[in-house]
């Protein structure tokens, strides 16, 4: 049973430009949540999809933007990329029936501004 | 003042030690508490969550919640070098949201 799997898993940028990660969700999950998680740090709330609607968003940038697909996967957008994007970025994916706080992780894509 | 703090670490103790590791909130609205646990290079992994005050055991590990002092616990007994990872507490809020602490890193010395 695949779990979620995330591409790419590493990549380079540099300011300004614009990259899009990608997520597929635990087999049976329907919802999909991205965090961005600096080092040394916990991960931070980016926003949340289910029914291919953004359902919840925390503090970031409207530069951040995402997506979902009728087959549960997504993609997560950040345009004019800033030096502070450089993060290790999590797509983790649930479903209600489990419950909001049981999330499974994917092993992240690490992205790197330049 | 961020809502969650937790020790960063590192904490290096040697195996078959019995393990602590701490977090403490600010927001008394949290119900449901959640221990991660992360390896390197791989994304967090759910080990135990609790709703409300108390303790619940899973094998090696304990979590406890004491909601009056607002401090929550993960105790690992006889420590393994598997062990070895990245701790992260993390709080639902009414919003749903995940509230996660920096983590601590743990190192279980051979």
């Known amino acids: 049973d695949a779990g979620v799997t995330q591409s790419p898993t590493h990549l380079i940028k540099t300011r300004g430009q614009q990259v899009t990660l990608r997520c597929s969700p635990k087999s049976g999950h329907d919802t999909v949540s991205w965090y961005q998680q600096a080092l040394g740090q916990g991960p931070q709330f980016i926003f949340q999809y289910y029914e291919e609607e953004e359902r919840q968003r925390g503090n970031f940038p409207d530069r951040f933007s995402g997506h979902q697909f009728p087959n549960y996967s997504s993609e997560l957008n950040v345009n004019a990329l800033l030096l502070g994007d450089s993060a290790l970025y999590l797509c983790?994916?649930?479903?209600?029936?489990?419950?909001?706080?049981?999330?499974?992780f994917g092993a992240g894509s690490r992205l790197t501004v330049l | 003042q961020k809502e969650v703090e937790q020790d960063p670490g590192p904490l290096s103790v040697p195996e078959g030690a019995i393990v602590s590791l701490n977090c403490t909130y600010s927001n008394s609205a949290f119900q449901y508490f959640m221990w991660y646990r992360q390896y390197s290079r791989k994304g967090p992994e759910l080990l135990m969550y609790?709703?409300s005050s108390g303790n619940k055991e899973d094998g090696r590990f304990t979590a406890q919640v004491d909601k009056s002092s607002k401090y929550i616990s993960l105790f690992i007994r006889d420590s393994q070098p598997s062990d070895s990872a990245t701790y992260l507490c993390a709080m639902l809020n009414s919003n749903y949201q995940l509230i996660w602490g920096a983590g601590t890193k743990l190192i279980i010395k051979p």
């Open positions: 609790t709703y």
């Open positions: 983790a994916s649930s479903t209600l029936t489990l419950g909001a706080n049981v999330l499974t």
